[in-house]
Protein backbone atom coordinates (compact mmCIF):
# COMPACT_ATOMS: atom_id res chain seq x y z
CA UNK A 1 0.00 0.00 0.00
CA UNK A 2 1.08 3.45 -1.12
CA UNK A 3 0.71 6.28 1.25
CA UNK A 4 1.71 10.07 0.36
CA UNK A 5 1.63 13.27 2.85
CA UNK A 6 2.15 17.09 1.57
CA UNK A 7 3.18 18.75 4.61
CA UNK A 8 3.83 22.13 5.21
CA UNK A 9 7.13 21.60 4.89
CA UNK A 10 8.21 17.95 3.77
CA UNK A 11 6.70 15.28 0.80
CA UNK A 12 7.27 12.02 2.39
CA UNK A 13 5.51 8.65 0.60
CA UNK A 14 6.12 5.10 1.99
CA UNK A 15 4.94 1.82 0.98
CA UNK A 16 3.76 -0.77 3.42
CA UNK A 17 3.50 -3.87 3.20
CA UNK A 18 -0.24 -5.06 4.88
CA UNK A 19 1.24 -8.28 6.22
CA UNK A 20 3.82 -7.26 8.28
CA UNK A 21 2.70 -3.75 8.38
CA UNK A 22 6.07 -2.42 7.85
CA UNK A 23 7.75 -0.26 5.38
CA UNK A 24 8.78 -1.83 2.34
CA UNK A 25 10.07 2.13 0.75
CA UNK A 26 9.92 5.39 1.74
CA UNK A 27 11.05 9.05 -0.20
CA UNK A 28 11.38 12.12 1.90
CA UNK A 29 12.00 15.90 0.41
CA UNK A 30 12.05 18.88 2.35
CA UNK A 31 9.69 21.41 0.05
CA UNK A 32 8.61 24.53 2.33
CA UNK A 33 5.10 24.31 1.29
CA UNK A 34 4.10 26.90 3.70
CA UNK A 35 7.32 29.52 3.17
CA UNK A 36 5.78 33.07 3.15
CA UNK A 37 2.50 31.58 3.62
CA UNK A 38 2.23 33.51 6.89
CA UNK A 39 2.58 36.96 5.17
CA UNK A 40 0.98 36.36 1.79
CA UNK A 41 -2.20 33.86 2.50
CA UNK A 42 -0.92 31.77 -0.04
CA UNK A 43 1.37 28.76 -1.53
CA UNK A 44 4.47 30.25 -3.86
CA UNK A 45 4.87 29.51 -7.14
CA UNK A 46 8.83 28.52 -5.73
CA UNK A 47 7.25 26.52 -3.53
CA UNK A 48 4.66 24.88 -6.18
CA UNK A 49 8.26 24.34 -8.11
CA UNK A 50 10.01 22.03 -4.87
CA UNK A 51 6.90 20.21 -4.69
CA UNK A 52 6.43 19.05 -8.43
CA UNK A 53 10.19 18.25 -8.85
CA UNK A 54 9.98 16.32 -5.53
CA UNK A 55 6.85 14.28 -6.37
CA UNK A 56 8.06 13.87 -9.98
CA UNK A 57 11.87 12.28 -8.18
CA UNK A 58 9.49 10.05 -6.18
CA UNK A 59 7.53 8.91 -9.34
CA UNK A 60 10.83 7.19 -10.31
CA UNK A 61 10.55 4.68 -7.12
CA UNK A 62 7.16 4.42 -6.74
CA UNK A 63 3.86 3.99 -8.64
CA UNK A 64 2.19 7.42 -7.21
CA UNK A 65 -1.01 6.39 -9.86
CA UNK A 66 -1.74 3.60 -7.19
CA UNK A 67 -1.25 6.04 -4.09
CA UNK A 68 -3.23 7.52 -1.54
CA UNK A 69 -2.19 11.24 -1.31
CA UNK A 70 -3.24 14.03 1.26
CA UNK A 71 -2.06 17.27 2.15
CA UNK A 72 -2.46 18.86 5.53
CA UNK A 73 -2.70 22.22 6.76
CA UNK A 74 -0.77 24.65 4.60
CA UNK A 75 -3.17 23.54 1.80
CA UNK A 76 -6.16 24.03 4.28
CA UNK A 77 -5.00 27.63 5.18
CA UNK A 78 -3.86 28.83 1.71
CA UNK A 79 -6.24 31.01 -0.44
CA UNK A 80 -4.94 29.42 -3.69
CA UNK A 81 -4.99 26.04 -2.01
CA UNK A 82 -7.65 24.88 -5.61
CA UNK A 83 -5.22 26.29 -7.86
CA UNK A 84 -2.09 24.74 -6.60
CA UNK A 85 -3.30 20.98 -6.34
CA UNK A 86 -4.78 21.83 -10.24
CA UNK A 87 -1.46 22.84 -11.25
CA UNK A 88 0.53 19.87 -9.55
CA UNK A 89 -2.10 17.34 -10.38
CA UNK A 90 -1.41 18.93 -14.42
CA UNK A 91 2.44 18.35 -13.74
CA UNK A 92 2.51 15.31 -12.36
CA UNK A 93 -0.72 13.32 -12.55
CA UNK A 94 -1.15 12.45 -8.89
CA UNK A 95 -3.86 13.97 -7.28
CA UNK A 96 -4.50 15.37 -3.63
CA UNK A 97 -6.81 15.30 -0.95
CA UNK A 98 -7.17 18.11 1.49
CA UNK A 99 -7.63 16.35 5.06
CA UNK A 100 -8.99 17.95 8.29
CA UNK A 101 -6.76 18.13 11.35
CA UNK A 102 -8.78 15.33 12.90
CA UNK A 103 -8.12 13.11 10.13
CA UNK A 104 -4.58 14.20 10.03
CA UNK A 105 -4.84 12.99 14.22
CA UNK A 106 -6.37 9.89 13.17
CA UNK A 107 -3.91 8.86 10.76
CA UNK A 108 -0.77 9.77 12.68
CA UNK A 109 -2.85 8.24 15.69
CA UNK A 110 -2.56 4.77 13.88
CA UNK A 111 0.46 4.82 13.06
CA UNK A 112 2.01 5.45 16.76
CA UNK A 113 -0.27 2.90 18.04
CA UNK A 114 0.76 0.71 15.19
CA UNK A 115 4.67 1.34 16.06
CA UNK A 116 4.24 1.33 19.91
CA UNK A 117 2.58 -2.45 19.42
CA UNK A 118 5.74 -3.56 17.40
CA UNK A 119 7.68 -2.15 20.12
CA UNK A 120 6.19 -4.10 22.32
CA UNK A 121 5.45 -0.54 24.72
CA UNK A 122 2.31 -0.65 26.16
CA UNK A 123 0.17 2.97 26.97
CA UNK A 124 -3.42 3.88 27.40
CA UNK A 125 -2.85 7.31 28.82
CA UNK A 126 -0.73 9.11 26.31
CA UNK A 127 -0.53 12.44 24.74
CA UNK A 128 1.28 12.52 21.01
CA UNK A 129 2.68 15.57 19.72
CA UNK A 130 2.96 16.07 16.16
CA UNK A 131 4.54 19.24 15.53
CA UNK A 132 4.41 20.21 11.87
CA UNK A 133 5.17 23.34 9.72
CA UNK A 134 2.23 24.80 9.49
CA UNK A 135 0.24 23.29 12.53
CA UNK A 136 0.14 21.21 15.50
CA UNK A 137 -1.62 18.04 16.51
CA UNK A 138 -2.02 17.23 20.07
CA UNK A 139 -3.64 13.96 20.47
CA UNK A 140 -4.88 12.00 23.59
CA UNK A 141 -6.49 8.42 23.01
CA UNK A 142 -10.50 9.90 23.23
CA UNK A 143 -9.80 13.21 21.63
CA UNK A 144 -7.28 15.51 19.74
CA UNK A 145 -7.02 19.35 19.66
CA UNK A 146 -5.32 20.91 16.61
CA UNK A 147 -3.84 24.55 16.83
CA UNK A 148 -2.82 26.93 14.23
CA UNK A 149 0.78 27.37 14.12
CA UNK A 150 3.96 25.70 12.92
CA UNK A 151 7.60 25.58 12.58
CA UNK A 152 7.33 27.28 9.23
CA UNK A 153 4.76 29.69 9.92
CA UNK A 154 6.77 31.05 13.22
CA UNK A 155 10.00 31.17 11.09
CA UNK A 156 7.94 33.58 8.56
CA UNK A 157 6.76 35.63 11.84
CA UNK A 158 9.25 35.79 13.72
CA UNK A 159 13.10 36.39 13.35
CA UNK A 160 15.88 34.32 15.49
CA UNK A 161 16.29 36.89 17.88
CA UNK A 162 12.49 37.33 18.72
CA UNK A 163 11.57 33.42 18.37
CA UNK A 164 11.61 32.16 22.20
CA UNK A 165 9.53 35.12 22.78
CA UNK A 166 7.41 34.75 19.66
CA UNK A 167 6.76 30.44 20.94
CA UNK A 168 5.41 31.86 23.91
CA UNK A 169 3.55 34.46 22.64
CA UNK A 170 1.48 31.81 20.04
CA UNK A 171 1.73 28.82 22.79
CA UNK A 172 -0.40 30.50 25.32
CA UNK A 173 -3.48 29.29 24.28
CA UNK A 174 -1.51 25.48 23.84
CA UNK A 175 -0.79 26.42 27.85
CA UNK A 176 -4.54 26.92 28.46
CA UNK A 177 -5.20 23.97 27.10
CA UNK A 178 -2.99 22.13 28.85
CA UNK A 179 -3.92 23.47 32.51
CA UNK A 180 -7.69 22.28 31.04
CA UNK A 181 -6.75 18.84 31.25
CA UNK A 182 -5.69 15.77 32.65
CA UNK A 183 -2.07 15.01 32.45
CA UNK A 184 -1.41 11.79 30.92
CA UNK A 185 1.14 9.32 31.69
CA UNK A 186 3.42 9.17 28.84
CA UNK A 187 4.38 12.09 26.29
CA UNK A 188 4.77 10.89 22.69
CA UNK A 189 6.35 12.95 20.38
CA UNK A 190 6.48 12.32 16.76
CA UNK A 191 7.42 14.45 13.20
CA UNK A 192 10.19 15.91 12.10
CA UNK A 193 11.99 17.56 14.81
CA UNK A 194 11.83 15.10 17.73
CA UNK A 195 13.03 12.46 15.47
CA UNK A 196 16.13 14.78 14.19
CA UNK A 197 17.30 15.58 17.88
CA UNK A 198 17.14 11.84 18.56
CA UNK A 199 19.42 11.09 15.97
CA UNK A 200 21.66 13.68 16.25
CA UNK A 201 22.01 12.84 19.74
CA UNK A 202 22.86 9.16 18.43
CA UNK A 203 25.26 10.65 16.38
CA UNK A 204 23.44 9.71 12.98
CA UNK A 205 23.53 12.48 10.12
CA UNK A 206 20.20 13.47 7.75
CA UNK A 207 22.08 11.03 4.86
CA UNK A 208 22.39 8.70 7.46
CA UNK A 209 18.73 8.48 9.26
CA UNK A 210 17.71 5.02 10.43
CA UNK A 211 13.99 5.38 11.84
CA UNK A 212 14.75 1.93 13.37
CA UNK A 213 16.89 3.37 15.65
CA UNK A 214 15.04 6.05 16.41
CA UNK A 215 11.89 4.54 17.06
CA UNK A 216 11.43 3.99 20.45
CA UNK A 217 14.01 6.45 21.78
CA UNK A 218 13.54 7.95 25.38
CA UNK A 219 14.97 11.32 25.21
CA UNK A 220 14.90 13.33 28.57
CA UNK A 221 14.14 17.71 28.53
CA UNK A 222 18.28 17.57 28.96
CA UNK A 223 18.79 15.53 25.90
CA UNK A 224 16.55 18.29 24.41
CA UNK A 225 18.54 21.41 25.58
CA UNK A 226 21.58 20.11 24.82
CA UNK A 227 21.02 19.01 20.90
CA UNK A 228 19.63 22.49 21.03
CA UNK A 229 23.02 23.91 22.56
CA UNK A 230 25.15 21.96 20.24
CA UNK A 231 22.92 22.88 17.19
CA UNK A 232 23.07 26.62 17.61
CA UNK A 233 27.03 26.00 17.94
CA UNK A 234 27.20 24.58 13.90
CA UNK A 235 28.18 26.43 10.93
CA UNK A 236 25.22 26.53 8.44
CA UNK A 237 26.70 24.20 6.02
CA UNK A 238 27.32 21.98 9.06
CA UNK A 239 23.94 21.88 10.31
CA UNK A 240 22.70 21.24 7.17
CA UNK A 241 24.72 18.09 7.60
CA UNK A 242 22.65 17.15 10.29
CA UNK A 243 19.22 17.83 9.66
CA UNK A 244 19.03 18.10 5.64
CA UNK A 245 18.95 20.58 3.06
CA UNK A 246 16.17 23.27 3.74
CA UNK A 247 16.31 22.46 7.40
CA UNK A 248 18.93 24.22 8.93
CA UNK A 249 16.99 27.38 9.03
CA UNK A 250 13.86 25.91 11.09
CA UNK A 251 14.90 23.30 13.15
CA UNK A 252 16.29 25.67 15.90
CA UNK A 253 12.75 27.12 15.76
CA UNK A 254 11.24 23.36 16.24
CA UNK A 255 13.73 22.68 19.04
CA UNK A 256 12.50 25.22 20.92
CA UNK A 257 8.78 24.47 20.49
CA UNK A 258 9.18 20.83 20.73
CA UNK A 259 10.96 21.87 24.41
CA UNK A 260 8.12 24.74 25.24
CA UNK A 261 5.34 22.32 24.42
CA UNK A 262 7.21 19.29 26.59
CA UNK A 263 6.94 22.16 29.73
CA UNK A 264 3.98 23.27 29.16
CA UNK A 265 2.79 19.94 30.04
CA UNK A 266 5.02 18.81 32.72
CA UNK A 267 7.18 15.93 31.08
CA UNK A 268 10.72 15.26 32.10
CA UNK A 269 10.87 13.21 29.46
CA UNK A 270 9.45 11.79 25.96
CA UNK A 271 9.20 8.78 23.60
CA UNK A 272 10.26 9.07 20.23
CA UNK A 273 8.21 7.38 17.40
CA UNK A 274 8.95 8.32 13.63
CA UNK A 275 5.64 7.19 12.07
CA UNK A 276 3.60 9.85 11.38
CA UNK A 277 0.30 10.73 8.67
CA UNK A 278 1.65 9.28 5.94
CA UNK A 279 2.07 5.73 7.47
CA UNK A 280 -1.12 6.00 9.21
CA UNK A 281 -2.94 6.68 5.87
CA UNK A 282 -1.30 3.65 4.52
CA UNK A 283 -1.88 1.28 7.63
CA UNK A 284 -5.83 2.75 7.01
CA UNK A 285 -6.45 1.63 3.50
CA UNK A 286 -4.30 -1.54 4.61
CA UNK A 287 -7.42 -2.24 6.92
Request: aromatic fraction near 8%; charged fraction near 30%.
Amino acid sequence: MIACDLGSNTFRVVEIDCKSKERVREFEKIVKTADGLAQSGKISFKAQSRIIDAINEAKEIFKLQDAYCVTTAALRIASNSSEVLKNIKDATGVEFKIIDSNKEAKYAKIAVENRLDALKIKSDDYIIMDLGGGSTELIFKEFDKSFDIGIVTIVDIYSLGDIKEGIKKEFLEIKEFAESVKKPQTFIATAGTPTTVAAFLQGMDYENYDYKKVNGTILSLRDIEDALEKLLLLSESERVRWVGVRRDDLIIAGVLMFKEIVEIFGFDEVLVVDDGVREGLALSRCR
